[in-house]
Each structure stands twice: as C-alpha cells, then as structure tokens.
C-alpha cells in the first residue's frame, strides 16, 4: 500500500525518506489561519484533517494520506510561521528562557475505504535565554522565516535547546514513531 505526504514540507519528507519510507508528494495548500478562541490542540487537528481530505480527493487508492500540522504554543498562545523579521524576533523573545510545547497533528486517511485515524502529539522544548545579539545572530540566518515558532530545532537553533521532553521528530514536523503506530494500525506493511 502506497504513501501519499499531503504537505510541502521538505522537513516532513526528510523525516520519511530518512526512515526508509517510500511515499509520494501531493500538495495540499489550505488556509491556515486560527478561528477565533481556537486551540492548538484543536487548530493542529483540524488542519491536518483538511490537508489529507484535500490530497484523498484527488488521490487513488490503495493507498495512506497521510496530513500533518504543526504548531508552537505558550500559555495558550499560538506561534504560528513569522510574516516577518519583527514577527519572527518577537517569537524568539518570548520563548527565549521558557519551556513551550509543540503540537503536531497528524491525519490518516486509507483508501480507497477512507478509513480515518487522527491524532495529535506534544513535545516540551526548553529554550535557553537568548541575548539580543543571539536573536540578532540567529535572524541573519534566514532559518527562522518559514518555521512555526521561528526556529528549527535541526538547525542552528539546536544550540539553544537544552532538552525537550518527548518525541523529538514532533518537533521538526512529524512524530515519527507514533505515525508508525497509526499506520500499522490501518493495516499498512513495508511490503
């Protein structure tokens, strides 16, 4: 049964291609602005959803689409990708010296059935304090501008990251272990 990524994310097919999955690429583009008084949990949930079910529509079977969405949040706080440098140094001080969580959440849709699993899973990262030149330093990079929280935890912003608690592939974009779970549960094997 064939893998069908229903996300653009150079990140979540490097997660897959490094774990010797095979899959294809469908884009799956929608709107991702918060509702009103939404939370993570819910935002992260209902985007994935809306990503596979776009992909399944147009997609053949058999076959797993598999919808992602991640998200950084901190006391209730959604960080989503910074529209700008100011946006994306904003996020840098806010969670500089705090712990926050990153949810991730994943939609799975088989076809041709359209047997569905969904789930969402959360990984504490702690972030160091950041001087102003750190965030300064860290901006010139360009890494920040197209990631949920304005940092990648794979690049140089590892160096900030003491310890995270939980699923460290949550945090680049797709947690690995528990996809593998899900997809093993609808009956999806490497053969």
């Not at 990524?5 to 899959?23: K, Q």
């Not at 700008?84 to 991730?104: N, Q």
Request: negative net charge.
């Amino acid at each position: 049964m064939k893998l069908i990524l229903a996300s653009a994310s150079t990140r979540r097919a490097e997660i897959l291609r490094d774990a010797g999955l095979s899959f294809t690429v469908m884009s799956s583009a929608v709107d991702e602005t918060p509702y009103s008084g939404e939370s993570a949990h819910v935002l992260v949930e209902r985007l994935a959803v809306a990503k596979a079910e776009l992909v399944a529509a147009r997609a053949t079977g058999p076959a797993i689409v598999i919808g992602a969405d991640t998200e950084v949040t901190l006391e209730g706080r959604i960080f989503g990708k910074p529209r700008s440098s100011d946006d994306a140094r904003h996020m840098l001080e806010r969670l500089s010296g705090r712990t926050h969580a990153v949810l991730t959440g994943v939609a799975l849709i088989r076809l041709p059935d359209a047997e569905r699993l969904t789930f969402v899973e959360s990984t504490l990262v702690h972030f160091a304090m950041l001087s102003a030149d750190e965030i300064n330093r860290y901006l010139a990079t360009g890494e920040p501008h197209d990631k949920a929280g304005a940092y990648g935890i794979q690049g140089r912003a590892g160096r900030y990251i003491p310890r995270i608690e939980g699923c460290y592939f949550n945090v680049v974009g797709l947690p690995l272990a528990r996809l593998h779970q899900a997809l093993t549960a609808l009956g999806w094997s490497e053969d």
